[in-house]
């Protein structure tokens, strides 16, 4: 009976060598991946390869080069209000006063007049004037020769009073969501943003997406704001869309704490991750080989030499940084971090020991109490 129990027991500890409890995979565990599989590249973190991140430039997906519109703001459209003044020298139809000279005059201020769905507007005199796609001066124009004839030398004064078809909706993280009208001034993304109260998010967090049309754009906030090409000029109908996405990074394995956290404004360094996170386990981490997975942009993994093909999130490249020798901080304290990134740390050989000792002194001290209740029970 006991000899069965005890043969049990072993089975069991050597079944539970391959499965051992742990946070992760071993630091083995991933260079085998790299080499048997392909499915990353491993880069040795050292100064060098720093050096080569830092050169590429930091992390700028996407643009909104592509959006910008040469497409006139200023033009009237259908719904637009405009402000006519008619000014007719002789007085003979709005009626006015007579000259120190002798010489009739009126000047006939009309309410605002709607442009209506077939891009006119009534003036009276003149009947409907067609003003749709004419700037206001154009559109004093068109007035003016509906006029001649009926008026000895009519003079016409147009203005804007609500402008509603050049404008733009932004939508999302941004103070006072709504229609931002565009004008020949302010008809860029900052422009309009800055119309409806601004982002409500820090920019660090926030796509700006632009569509129009079938076509769509997008770029973080922070690209608009620090280079000069993203803030393009917009047109009429287009949709703005400010969405929060916040950067975050992941950490796992043998550290004192595995989180996901938020990353703050600015710089974010490795030395930073890791302080937020605790720092390594002294008693499990393996401080030889502190991982960072990330998928990187290809202009970065050919600079650092990466032959890996890419996928459609960039190349799946894993960065090992030594932090037992003392040069390990001062690369970790250059070496930023991207969202998404995620830190790990994986067990040392000797915790891996340690947690098997520990569970074949648990299996020994079972077989030891059944032999002994196995004794008892014979005697």
Known sequence: MTRSLLSLLIVSILAGCSTLPRDGPSNSAVVRGSVENADYAIVD????????????????????????????????????????????????????????????????????VTVDRSGSVTVPFAGSVRVAGMTTTEAQA?????????????????????????????????RTPGRAPLSTNADTILDV?????????????????????????AAPLTAVTSHFEENVRLQSGDQINLVYQPRRFSSFGALSAVTQQDMPAGEFTLADALSRSGGLNDAAANARSVLI??????????????????????????????????????????????????????????????????????????????????TLNTN
């Not at 080569?52 to 909104?64: H, N």
């Not at 009237?76 to 006063?97: M, T």
């Open 45 to 112: 973190l050292d100064y060098a390869a720093a050096e080569r991140i830092k050169a590429v430039g930091g992390e700028r997906t996407g643009s909104l080069a592509g959006a910008a519109s040469q497409a006139p703001v200023d033009v009237i459209g259908e719904g637009d209000q405009l402000a006519v003044a008619i000014f007719e020298p002789s007085g003979s139809l709005f009626g006015g006063g007579v000259s120190e000279s002798g010489v009739r005059s009126g000047n006939q201020n009309l309410p605002p």
């Open 142 to 174: 068109a007035i003016r020769r509906a006029l001649t004839g009926r008026i000895g030398n009519p003079q016409v004064n147009v203005t804007m009073a609500t402008n509603v078809s050049n404008a733009v909706t932004v939508l999302g993280e941004v």
């Open 193 to 217: 943003i800055a119309a409806r109260g601004g982002a409500s998010r820090p920019s660090q967090d926030v796509e700006v997406q632009i569509r129009r049309g079938d076509q769509f754009f």
């Open 293 to 374: 997975f990330r998928f990187e942009r290809p202009e970065v993994a050919r600079a650092l030499g990466v032959t890996q093909a890419p996928t459609p999130q960039g190349v799946p490249i894993v960065y090992r940084l030594n932090l037992e020798e003392g040069v390990g901080f001062f690369i970790a304290s250059s070496f930023l971090v991207e969202p998404r990134d995620i830190i790990y740390a994986p067990r040392a050989l000797s915790a891996e020991v340690g947690k098997f000792f520990g569970l074949v002194q648990q299996v020994t001290r079972v077989a030891y109490d059944v032999t002994v209740a196995s």
